[in-house]
């Protein structure tokens, strides 16, 4: 698989930017998030798009749009990063966490429905490494319960499972455009959503209910700043006018580097489900080896980044953040994690960077004695 250049990669970067920069000192310009948000919607065949500032600011502004607060609880998986988290605890809802299933990455369904009472108002989805779950069972689940549907998609732009895109399954679909994302402005988020009410309150929410929701009054509620900068924005709309190459160019990356490692001795590359088209945002090693973690950091000592060796990514339920511990630990999660290798990828890595992670990984694994 050759890596092809990405066409004209700085052209319509500049010629965004420019345009932004030209308009501003501007206090009340919002032209480029504007357009930005429209190309998103279509894009995504979403009904409305709303650019925030971060991942984090998206996944807080769809709970506050949501109308989550204190006394409410949300249902989110312990296989995740802490950004999914913390907005849940800043509006003074609580964080339940709910396992995984070591088989497909997906919610586990039965400890959901253990943990669900009568506060709870939503169910987060997170795609972590951009792999989806299965969507008609996620929309069922919160059927039957009554829930909200939040997916945490900040890493799962592109990915479609059984017809539905990332972030269009439930009520609001976050994403975060962080670099190092497939799609990426620097720092910046986006949601999108097909509910005209929940897109109107999350606009208020980011911009300090300055501009209320129908039927309300301005700064008839504490919000925040969570507005996307125009040049930011910017950045973002020109990425967004080449996704299909940058997307192509990741999954380049991912089929290269597996390409090398699948059969090697310990290791085992993880296959999209059937129906799941999937971004490829981290390629997934199952790691048959002892002491899969201290493999993990070991690669990442010898220059192959990962989730696990890099980033130290625990369950979040085992942070020490969450002092309430009311649930046992998520076993399933923990499993995930300790025998997943999820090799970090940015767009600028070439062959000779895939390839030298490839020999890396073989060779390490191959010798590997903790
Ligand atoms: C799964 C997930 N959720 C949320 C976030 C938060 O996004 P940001 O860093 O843009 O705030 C990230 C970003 O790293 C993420 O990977």
Redesign the pocket.
């Known amino acids: 698989m050759t890596l092809l250049p990405l066409p004209d990669s700085l052209t319509p970067l500049l010629r965004e930017t420019t345009i932004a920069l030209s308009a501003m000192p501007d206090p009340v310009g919002a032209a480029r998030a504007g357009a930005y948000e429209e190309e998103l919607a279509e894009t995504f065949a979403a009904a409305h798009a709303v650019a925030v500032s ?6 807080h502004t769809a709970l506050a749009a949501l109308g989550i607060g204190p006394g409410d609880e949300v249902l989110v998986p312990a296989l ?2 802490i ?2 988290v913390s907005p849940i605890v800043a509006l003074g809802a609580r964080p339940v966490f709910v396992d995984s299933d070591p088989d497909t990455l997906d919610i586990d369904y039965e400890d959901a429905a253990r943990k669900t009472t009568a506060r709870t108002k939503a169910v987060i989805a ?3 490494w951009g792999r989806m779950g299965d969507p008609a069972r996620l929309r069922m689940f919160a059927l039957g319960h009554d829930l909200a549907v939040i997916e ?1 998609a ?2 799962a732009v592109g990915s479609s499972r059984d017809g539905y895109r990332a972030g269009t399954v439930g009520s609001a679909g ?1 994403f ?3 670099d ?2 497939v799609l990426w402005s620097g ?3 986006f949601i999108l959503t097909g509910d005209g009410t929940l897109a109107e309150h999350a606009r208020a929410y980011r911009g300090h209910w300055l501009q209320p929701p129908p039927g309300s009054r301005p700064q008839a509620q504490l919000a925040t700043n969570a507005r996307l900068a125009e040049p930011l924005a910017a950045i973002g709309l020109a990425n967004l006018r080449r996704l299909p190459a940058l997307l192509e160019r990741r999954r380049a990356q991912a089929e290269r580097l597996v390409r090398f490692l699948d059969g090697a001795p310990g290791l085992r590359v993880l296959q999209p489900a059937r129906g799941e088209q999937w971004n490829h945002y981290a390629p997934l090693l199952h790691l048959n080896l002892p002491q899969p973690r201290a493999f993990a950091e070991h690669l990442a000592e010898q220059g192959v980044p990962s989730s696990t060796g890099s980033f130290r990514l625990v369950p979040c339920d085992t942070r020490p953040a969450f002092t309430v511990r009311d649930h046992p630990p998520c076993p399933g999660a923990a499993l995930i994690l300790d025998r997943t290798l999820a090799v970090v990828l940015d767009q600028g890595d070439d062959e000779a960077v895939i390839d030298r992670y490839a020999a890396i990984i073989t060779k390490e694994a191959a010798t590997w004695e903790p």
């Open positions: 971060s991942g984090t600011a998206a996944v995740t990063v950004m999914t997170v795609h972590l945490d900040a890493q976050c975060s455009t962080k190092g994302k720092e910046g988020g």
